[in-house]
C-alpha cells in the first residue's frame, strides 16, 4: 500500500470521465488500499481514483476520522442546501472558495469486493460525497460555481496555474 502523487490541475486525467469498475479483484484491492493510505495524510477529506492518475469510478474518504471507499457511486436523494462553507481540492492547491452542496445526500455502490454500499452522508460527509463523484465525471468543484465566485476563482486558477497551452 502507497501513498500516491496527487494530479494536479492541468493532467487530463481530471477532466475524463472514469470508466466503471467491472472487476473486483487483487488490483482493484491494490487501488483502494493506496487510495486509502493516500487520503490518511493530514488535511485531506477525499481522494478519488483520477486524482492519482486512475480513470476508474473508485473514491476514499476520510471524514471526522472515519475512512472509507466507495467502488461506481450513485448519488440520490439531494436534500437541503449548504452553501457558505469553503471548498477546496487537493489537484487545485491552494484555492478554496465557498460552494453549494446538498445538505444530505444517499450514496449508493459497492465496496472492494463488490457488495452493496449505501452510504448516507450529512454535512461535510455529504459535501465529500458529492465532491468526489463529481471527480469521476471529470468535473471539479470550480466548474460548479457560479457568478462573481466563479469568475474570482478562474482569475485565481489562471493567477497560479498556467494554462495547457504555455506549459
Known sequence: MTVRPIRIYGDPVLRTEADPVTAFDAELRRLVADLEDT????????????????????????VAGQVGHM????????????????????????????????????????DQHGEPLIIEGTGFLARALQHETDHLAGTLYIDTLTGDVRRQALRELRRVSPSPQRR
Open 39 to 62: 487520503v490518511r495524510e493530514p488535511g485531506r477529506a477525499g481522494v478519488a481514483a483520477p486524482q492519482i492518475g486512475v480513470s476508474l469510478r473508485v473514491f476514499s474518504y476520510n
Open 71 to 110: 467502488v461506481n457511486p450513485v448519488l440520490s436523494g439531494f436534500e437541503g442546501e449548504q452553501d457558505d462553507d469553503e471548498e477546496a481540492c487537493l489537484s487545485l492547491p491552494g484555492l478554496g472558495f465557498p460552494t453549494k452542496r446538498a445538505m444530505s445526500v444517499t450514496a449508493r455502490g459497492f
